[in-house]
């Protein structure tokens, strides 16, 4: 198992550019969240899916963000356009529904935005 | 929603010593408690977890306690070492489709 696999790990963009992260959850499991971590804010949940229908956005910050999940094996975060302070550590994560409800998170990606 | 709190926010214990974290949970449906410790440069990682209907889990050096009626729950550290420099985040949800609900995390620094 590869466990969450992310994708840059890193990402460094001018203010303005648009910005895409991506997302493979481990097979067979229903949900996939992204989070944001900073120092001043710890870890933020942005968006979750459910069996690839986005469930909760309430935590995604401005119409800049948007996330799709198009099939189960894949999710997208976007932000369009990048400013200073989205820059940050984003994190997807994965969990089966029924059993095991833990997260298993991915290595991040770590976003600076100049 | 359900509101998690957690203390302390950092910590710094001798090597060898034990380290214990607190954590308060608002809504009394909540009945799935993990613990996730977060190395530098790396995402979160499942250490522990317990469910409602157990009152204390131990893994080897690391132990979770649940104390439903008063709505908290901690995790112990015995004999420290290095390698359990992290930060440390508990969590809470109603299980199933509910989301996970996370402290504000602890940096926990062992001293050599």
């Known amino acids: 198992d590869a466990g969450v696999i992310q994708s840059p790990r890193h990402e460094v963009t001018e203010m303005g550019q648009e910005v895409t992260l991506r997302c493979k959850p481990i097979?067979?499991?229903?949900?996939l969240f992204w989070y944001r971590q900073t120092m001043m804010r710890g870890l933020e949940l942005l968006i979750y899916f459910n069996n690839n229908v986005p469930i909760d956005d309430s935590g995604m910050p401005e119409d800049r963000f948007s996330a799709k999940m198009p099939n189960a094996s894949f999710s997208t975060l976007k932000i369009q356009p990048s400013e200073p302070r989205d820059s940050a550590v984003y994190f997807c994560?994965?969990?089966?529904?029924?059993?095991?409800?833990?997260?298993?998170f991915g290595s991040g990606t770590r976003l600076t935005v100049v | 929603g359900e509101n998690v709190e957690q203390h302390p926010s950092t910590l710094s214990v001798q090597e060898g010593d034990s380290a214990v974290i607190k954590c308060t949970y608002s809504d009394s449906a909540s009945n799935y408690f993990p613990w996730y410790k977060q190395e530098l440069g790396k995402g979160p990682q499942l250490i522990i977890d317990?469910?409602?209907?157990?009152g204390e889990k131990k893994d080897q050096r690391i132990a979770v306690t649940l104390n439903k009626t008063a709505k908290h729950f901690s995790l112990h550290i015995t004999e420290t070492q290095p390698e359990d420099s992290a930060v440390y985040f508990c969590a809470a949800s109603k299980g199933g489709d509910y989301k996970l609900s996370f402290g504000a995390g602890t940096t926990v620094t062992v001293r050599a």
């Open positions: 317990i469910r409602s209907n157990v």
């Open positions: 994560a994965s969990r089966e529904n029924t059993g095991a409800f833990g997260y298993t």
């Open positions: 097979s067979g499991h229903n949900s």
